[in-house]
């Protein structure tokens, strides 16, 4: 059985190869393809974790293949047999001592960083950052601008270099809000918003999609994350305030209604809507709205 | 007239897919064949009084292990469905919808009505053997827990042809799930198929406590237990503590769902979140229970197949344990970006890492069994060694997406769908397998064909790495899931083909693994077959197949692997006088009150009392009859119990 331990041994590796040879550009593997601080700092933590682990996790695949090389029983086989020996302190203290140690190391490095990269704490920055509104519909993606008055569906233009602040609801069952190559994920849930911290460090134009199955068009919720000079962004802002529609209550409620979206523009929103969707379910939970700005809102039914 | 019958017909049946007609009629057909045969050989008293009532662990541990068989198949066709509609972007072999039921029945079989009853079975027929008693501690339960499985089994698989199936996944999240969203009947088959299964369960885990505690042979003392055994003990004390949570959950689903209660819904004030913390407070224990009893394979596995002790016996004893009681700490670790917080996050991120200290240990107790032992490498073993590289790095990126604030990258992605896989199906799956390929021969009485074991070991590894290892990719590639489809622009194509073409070798694995069976069947390979291992614990001192009763008389344990001392001693059995035996009687309660039970949910899912209170009525009644039961226990007289021993001993030679 020897050929198949070997054989065993180098598919394995070769299927390992194989994975990465086959992938042509590297640029696909978005995840370690970062273009912002967050995606860097995450991907940071995910190479160090996985050394971490390997330290562990090569020697036992190595000594996993020559054990079971050395101690098969064959003709003339050289090696000890002990079949009564089940017990060494020094072994055992071992290969309990040093698991404990390396996860220690992973332990600590993580509670750092679950603090350091916690979505709703703001960005490091001497820009002020951005506010978006996003809404997750059954399915399409709303993107509402509060300071600069426009909206938009399954598209989202941000200037480089300055730090966005997501506000994330649901107007439709749980869903997730994730852009790879900037950073993770955050749920959007009914009668709450949650806050994401982003932002980009290039320009170029970034996939978002939903990442929590929603129904039958959750196959549908790609949108575009678009990062543009800070120029190039106040004129597409102008642009659109010129030339689109308006969204109506009535435009929204349709907007809400399941079915899919194209990319689509408007020029303005009606005051208020998001903290009103963000209200709308919220009878006990009020997380992200602040007292007075619940006050301020006038409820539609 | 005739209008409101093919109006209620069409939302009854489903209707509109060539496949499941398909299904439809495959299913008549064969309800028809198996009614032909029984009526036609004239076996329905013998189906009756020797398999639908029998409390005999042994016969109901083999009905389990038959049925997660063919659930196997079921989910595998799944996972098959979907990898075909995934090989190529923007196909439509499956549209949206029909996707969104497949993976979702996908789930609920693997786990539930696959792995689950698996492990059942395997405990069945095993842990009594191995413990040197007679049965289980409760017989007529333990025949109850296999009927209501069966039942809510039933339920559930009904659902693709009448109703129409769920389709918001295997843990079905609400909102989606709640009525508004999901008006369909599939999601209230989801929750009384798992409802009623999840009794039987439960009622297992108890069973299989009091059995370990209270009925082993003399001498056995805990220490002396085999591993597997102790693995089933931590596996269950999990099960006793998990599963009332899965009921009750399902039970404030039902609610929202059927009494127009707001308790996970979008409206009304009602918290999803809620339910996803319930849900995993009952699933993460779960997988732990899953894994526990494979561990506990291993053991058995490297120990004999090394013809050395196992390694470490008690510290393999205190890391399952502490595997048992940690795993309920660690459930958020599932939604780490459902936004609890940077403190929730760190804590459940540290308890799940802990979880991994006792497992490696473990893995490095069976190198260590290995280690100047003399290793053999029959189909068993073959398994066992596959497992050890591909469980392990499952492990890893188990540790990896551990890491709480990477998981927010990682989280929903096919890095986590490949995670999950591997260690499910390098854990738990492949080490049912090793179960069934080492205690075959005891179950059945005869052997099964070691070269096309080794060629379904061969083909069930390549496969499961050629699907699997580039998902790990597309989930870092961005590719989420539960999507039916994706784009041509994604670059996810080359990838997606891999995994597909994995997927078709594993399906040929499969195809292997049961012409192996039907073979030796036919073959009927008997020689040897009472201790064809040369092995080390109790099950291995008696005939293959057992005799009804076990042991004709109870052996005396002095050391651990006490069969094996046995044997190193050249010890033969004393003439020893023997006296009837204790043994329970069949009933026929069990699969009545499971057939009540099946009543009452289908009337729960259309909302058909007429159906639903005679079917509680009929499982009260039967409760009401059994209790009054004065007699479930009768003596094998001595004669018997030489002849059959007798004949045992001339079979398995």
């Known amino acids: 059985m020897k050929t198949s331990k070997t054989a065993r041994c180098l598919s394995v590796l070769y299927m390992f190869l194989l994975l990465f040879m086959t992938t042509g550009c590297a640029d696909k593997y978005l995840v370690l393809n970062p273009k912002g601080p967050i995606g860097e700092q995450q991907k940071d933590l995910m190479i160090l974790s996985t050394l971490l682990c390997l330290i562990v996790i090569v020697p036992v695949l190595i000594l996993t293949f020559v054990i079971v090389w050395r101690y098969r029983d064959r003709k003339g086989r050289k090696a000890k047999y002990t079949p009564e020996w089940e017990h060494s302190t020094a072994l055992e203290t071992t290969w309990w001592g040093i698991p404990v140690v390396i996860i220690t190391l992973i332990a600590i490095i993580t509670v750092r960083y679950t603090y350091s990269l916690e979505p709703s704490k703001p960005l490091e920055s001497k820009v002020e950052p951005i506010t978006i509104q996003v809404t997750n519909l059954d399915w399409k993606w709303l993107f509402q601008y509060p300071e600069q008055g426009i909206a938009t569906v399954n598209y989202v233009q941000f200037p480089e270099d300055v730090p966005i602040r997501f506000e994330i609801t649901s107007d439709a069952p749980m869903n997730s809000f994730w852009i790879p190559q900037l950073g993770g994920q955050i749920y959007a849930m009914s009668g709450m918003a949650m806050v994401l911290h982003l932002q980009a460090d290039e320009q170029g134009e970034y996939m978002g999609s939903g990442a929590n199955y929603t129904g039958k068009g959750f196959a549908d919720m790609y949108f575009t994350a678009k990062a543009t000079s800070q120029e190039a962004f106040d004129q597409w802002v102008s642009e659109v305030k010129g030339t689109s529609a308006a969204l109506t209550l009535d435009g929204y409620k349709k907007l809400a209604e399941q079915g899919t979206s194209d990319v689509r523009y408007f020029s303005s929103f009606p005051e208020g809507l998001f903290e009103m969707t963000v209200t709308k379910y919220a009878a006990s939970h009020n997380h992200g709205l602040s007292v007075k700005a619940r006050k301020e809102v006038r409820i539609e039914e | ?653």
């Not at chain 2, 989606?176 to 798992?194: L, M």
């Not at chain 2, 992605?413 to 499910?424: C, G, K, P, T, W």
Request: include cysteine.
């Open chain 2, 1 to 653: 007239m005739w209008d409101k019958v093919k109006e209620f017909a069409s939302e009854f049946f489903v209707t509109g897919d060539p496949l499941i007609y398909g299904a439809d009629v495959s299913i008549a057909l064969t309800l028809i064949a198996i009614v032909s045969v029984l009526t036609y050989y004239k076996k329905w008293g013998w189906l009756w009084r020797e398999w639908l009532t029998t409390v005999d662990h042994k016969r109901i541990g083999i009905m389990y292990i038959l049925a997660s068989v063919l659930m196997l198949f079921r989910g595998g066709v799944d996972a098959l469905l979907m990898r075909a509609q995934l090989a190529m972007p923007e196909l439509q072999f499956l549209p949206a919808e029909h996707y969104n039921q497949i993976f979702t029945t996908h789930g609920v079989i693997m786990i539930l009505f696959m792995a689950m009853p698996l492990m059942f079975g395997l405990f069945n027929v095993i842990v009594p053997l191995q413990l040197g008693a007679r049965d289980v501690a409760f017989p007529f339960l333990n025949s109850l827990s296999f009927w209501l499985f069966f039942s809510g089994a039933m339920l559930f698989n009904l659902s693709f042809v009448i109703g129409g199936s769920p389709d918001a996944g295997w843990l079905a999240y609400p909102p989606y799930s709640d009525k508004t969203f999901n008006p369909g009947y599939g999601q209230d088959f989801y929750i009384w198929g798992i409802q009623i299964s999840g009794i039987g369960s439960l009622m297992t885990g108890i069973n299989f406590i009091v059995t370990i505690l209270k009925m082993r042979t003399p001498g056995m003392t805990l220490m002396k237990m085999p591993m597997f055994s102790w693995s089933v003990l931590s596996s269950c004390i999990a099960i006793v503590f998990a599963f009332p949570i899965l009921t009750v959950t399902l039970a404030l689903l039902f609610i929202d769902r059927y009494l127009g209660g707001h308790i996970f819904t979008l409206d009304g004030g009602g918290n999803p979140m809620m339910y996803i913390n319930l849900i995993w407070m009952w699933g993460h224990p779960e997988v732990y229970i899953l894994v526990l009893p494979a561990f506990g394979i291993f053991s058995e596995i490297a120990a004999t197949f090394s013809k050395k002790k196992l390694f470490g016996y008690k510290s393999m004893v205190f890391a399952m344990m502490i595997i048992s009681v940690v795993s309920f700490l660690t459930w958020a670790h599932h939604f780490f970006t459902m936004g609890s917080g940077a403190d929730v996050n760190a804590f459940f991120a540290l308890s799940t890492m802990v979880i991994a200290i006792p497992t490696g240990v473990k893995v490095f107790n069976w190198l260590f069994t290995m280690f100047r032992g003399k290793v053999t490498f029959e189909t068993p073993m073959l398994w066992m060694i596959g497992i050890i590289p591909n469980f392990v790095i499952g492990g890893m990126t188990g540790v990896l997406l551990s890491v709480a604030p990477a998981d927010f990258q990682y989280h929903n992605s096919y890095f986590l769908i490949a995670h999950f896989h591997q260690v499910i199906i390098a854990g738990v799956v492949f080490g049912f397998f090793a179960g069934l390929y080492y205690w075959w021969p005891k179950l059945f009485g005869f052997k099964l064909n070691e070269r096309l074991g080794r060629l379904a070991f061969w083909l069930w590894n390549i496969g499961f790495y050629l699907c699997f290892m580039p998902q790990y990719a597309l989930g870092l590639m961005g590719m989420t899931r539960r999507v039916y489809t994706y784009g041509w622009d994604k670059g996810w194509f080359e990838m997606n083909l891999v995994s597909t073409i994995g997927a078709v070798l594993m399906g040929a694995a499969f195809i292997v693994q049961v012409w192996d069976i039907a073979h030796s069947l036919k073959k009927m390979d008997r020689e040897g077959t009472q201790d064809p291992w040369n092995a080390r614990t109790l099950e291995w001192s008696i005939p293959s197949p057992a005799p009804f009763y076990n042991f004709a008389t109870l052996p005396q344990v002095t050391h651990q692997d006490d069969w094996w001392e046995k044997k190193q001693r050249g010890w033969s059995a004393p003439a020893v006088e023997l006296e009837p035996i204790h043994m329970p009687k069949n009933s026929g309660i069990p699969i009545i009150m499971s057939m009540f039970w099946f009543f009452s949910g289908f009337g729960l899912v259309f909302d058909w009392l007429w159906l639903t209170v005679p079917g509680f009525v009929g499982v009260l009644a039967c409760m009401i009859v059994h209790s009054f039961n004065y007699k479930p226990d009768y003596y094998v007289p001595v004669e018997e119990v030489q002849r059959v021993e007798a004949a045992a001993r001339r079979g398995s030679k």
